[in-house]
């Protein structure tokens, strides 16, 4: 089979409806084990507990939702939103309180019965209402609209708002936000997993493999097709595309090949097909305002100016990145500001020597020069994509007379450090579990979120943030979305320096799995993925 590059010229047919999947339909081949490498060793396998995609994509596999974006349509949105646990969903009248019939005789994989009680517990627990506490609850910020969820019988559940907020549907979608076994406690969700989803957990070993099998008693009939699937962690990414191109591995780890790197999969694996498209997380400085000198606005306000974010795009995906706000730019993202209203933001200027001498004056009047340079610890996660961005970031910065030293963080201890601000600079990427302002912002950026890095407060932004969550019209919500990007990029505030490009490619034999084009968390249940050899 020859090979099969889809880049973004083509991405328009993605965002039509057409689902473009590894593998053409055809007759499913029950069996076989899939393989894959990932590159880190998460902390835990509760993806409840844990912020990055190295556990939800494993672990998507196990649980169910209530519901679930279509895994079969590429671009997700409100329109993709498909049933799992629950049949069927209906708003009242005020849309304060969204209801949900459950699916009857599904099992967790312990033999318990699932019932509404396991939903009201992990959206509890979510919560933070509960006895049972989460270690780390990252994205508790999504609920803070939830009055709280009640259980009518065994088969109905019902959540409470405090006003209408249309995008809840959405965040239960996410692969982020599994129903977890209310009988289980959360330490032991961390070790040895148990949902309801079409592969069980089997084990994990850090720092060697994550591994599932398949679901005999799965509540849909035939599903999933896979006997198994195995993770092996191999940190290094040359390496595992090695493995790839000697037939170890039947797919490389999701939208883990870069731009550089496909090249090697094209020479090397020539019958791989590869899907290369926008990774959702924006690629962002973070400062730490709580710790000196980095309190003073103009310090930061000089950093952010001295971004050159088009050199980012230009070394790191060779042209093909793109430059964005805090929301994914469109065509792959459905929300965010397309080039020509984003290029208006002073901050977004392609000027970059006037900012930069700007940033250079801001510097001096605080007293540094060439003579006189400010010394920072850079941290970020241990990983290629954030070490080879922030490596660029700290040449910038020299710029303006400031020398950073880069300090790798390890994947398991990333988001725990900057959750409690242990950190003065810092470079990350915003792990985004979907293409929604109501994720976006209320994750990262509204006053006392858990990942709002930075300790960004401002009234008026939540405010604002509260009127396009309300907003039921599509176009009336995206203009109060802009608005709030366009604060956010004035305000200098963890500043986005741009978006890559990544490719997922697998041998010609993986079937029946589609790349999402504005997600890299929702697409991994992987019940439909079969193995043709």
């Not at 000697?246 to 590869?274: E, N």
């Amino acid at each position: 089979m020859g090979r099969t590059l889809r880049v973004a010229a083509v991405v328009g047919a993605l965002l039509i409806g057409m689902a473009v999947a590894i593998g053409p339909a055809a007759a499913q081949k029950p069996g076989g084990i899939l393989r894959m490498p990932i590159g880190n060793s998460p902390a835990s396998m509760s993806i409840h507990e844990e912020a990055t995609r190295i556990a939800v994509t494993p672990m998507m596999a196990v649980f169910n939702n209530l519901v679930l974006f279509d895994q079969h349509v590429a671009q997700n949105t409100f329109e993709s939103i498909r049933p799992d646990l629950a049949e069927t969903w209906s708003w009242d009248e005020d849309r304060t309180a969204l209801s949900f019939h459950l699916r009857t005789g599904v099992m967790w994989h312990d033999g318990t019965p699932f019932t509404a009680k396991d939903v009201k517990c992990t959206w509890d627990m979510l919560a933070g209402r509960s006895n049972e506490k989460l270690r780390v609850n990252p994205r508790k910020s999504w609920y803070r609209n939830l009055t709280g969820v009640t259980a009518d019988g065994d088969d109905e559940v019902t959540f409470h708002l405090h006003r209408p907020q249309p995008s809840l549907l959405a965040l239960l979608a996410s692969g982020a936000s599994p129903v977890y076994p209310c009988h289980v406690l959360p330490a032991q969700m961390r070790q040895h997993p148990i949902g309801t989803g079409p592969f069980k957990f089997v084990e994990f070993k850090p720092n060697e493999s994550i591994k599932v099998a398949r679901n005999p008693d799965y509540w849909k009939p035939s599903r999933p097709y896979l006997d198994g699937i195995e993770y092996t962690i191999i940190p290094n990414v040359s390496t595992q595309i090695l493995a790839f191109a000697a037939g170890k591995f039947d797919m490389t780890f999701p939208f883990g090949v870069s731009i550089p790197l496909l090249k090697d999969v094209q020479s090397q694996v020539p019958q791989a097909i590869c899907e290369l498209v926008l990774d959702n997380g924006s690629r962002t400085m973070i400062v730490n305002p709580a710790m000196p000198p980095f309190d003073n606005p103009d310090l930061r306000r000089a950093m952010a100016l001295s971004l050159d974010r088009k050199a980012f795009v230009d070394i790191l995906t060779e042209g093909q990145g793109a430059i964005g706000g805090a929301m994914l730019p469109p065509p792959e993202g459905v929300w965010g500001m397309p080039p020509d209203v984003l290029m208006s933001i002073h901050v977004y200027s392609s000027d970059v020597q006037s900012n930069r001498a700007q940033a250079r004056a801001l510097m001096e009047k605080l007293g540094y020069g060439p003579g006189k340079r400010l010394a920072v610890t850079v941290s970020t996660r241990n990983v290629p994509a954030y070490r080879d961005s922030a490596v660029v970031m700290i040449d910038q910065l020299k710029e303006i007379y400031i020398d950073g030293q880069l300090a790798p963080v390890e994947t398991a201890n990333w988001f725990p450090k900057v959750i409690r601000k242990d950190y003065s600079v810092g470079f990350t990427i915003t792990e985004t579990a979907l293409d929604d302002p109501d994720q976006m912002f209320y994750e990262n950026y509204v006053c006392g979120a858990d990942r709002n890095y930075t300790g960004y407060c401002n009234p008026q932004f939540d405010k604002l943030v509260d009127r396009q969550s309300v907003e039921a019209d599509t176009a009336k919500r995206r203009e109060l979305v802009w608005q709030a990007e366009r604060m956010l990029a004035e305000e200098m505030v963890r500043p986005v320096i741009f978006y890559t490009r990544a490719a997922t490619c697998a041998l010609p034999r993986v079937k029946g799995l589609t790349i999402m084009v504005n997600s890299l968390f929702n697409g991994w249940r992987m019940e439909d993925v079969w193995l043709d050899k």
